[in-house]
């Protein structure tokens, strides 16, 4: 099993930035794919940016050269750097971790990004 705890979401004006946050702790070994998604009200909830273990990083088009995955292995914490934010970027952003044995998807309990002025 797999915890994700995540923070970092909040209220921002358009333009502005925000950094996400999951730290996750249990049987990490685990886990071939890290990243995050977001749902929006009416929506489904989207792909946003991943790491892979066989070593690629993917982005979602919607937010390629806007937002920037990154972690840190030391802290088992995995960033998601959010800028120039505009309000089709307000959801609930969720960490998401996949483990390739047994297919077992791992979410975090989600966190709110509001893009207004």
């Known amino acids: 099993q797999v915890q994700l705890v995540e923070s970092g979401g909040g209220l921002v004006q358009p333009g502005g930035s925000l950094r996400l946050s999951c730290t996750a702790s249990?049987?990490?070994?685990?886990?071939?794919?890290m990243g995050w998604y977001r749902q929006a009200p009416g929506k489904e909830r989207e792909s946003l940016a991943h790491?892979?273990?066989?070593?690629?990083?993917t982005y979602a088009d919607s937010v390629k050269g806007r937002f920037t995955i990154a972690r840190d292995n030391a802290k088992n914490t995995v960033y998601l750097q959010m800028n120039s934010l505009q309000p089709e970027d307000t959801a609930v952003y969720y960490c998401?971790?996949?483990?390739?044995?047994?297919?077992?998807?791992?979410w975090g309990q989600g966190t709110q990004v509001t893009v207004s002025s």
């Open positions: 998401h971790f996949y483990g390739l044995v047994g297919g077992k998807h791992y």
């Open positions: 790491f892979h273990s066989r070593g690629t990083t």
């Open positions: 249990g049987n990490i070994v685990s886990i071939n794919v």
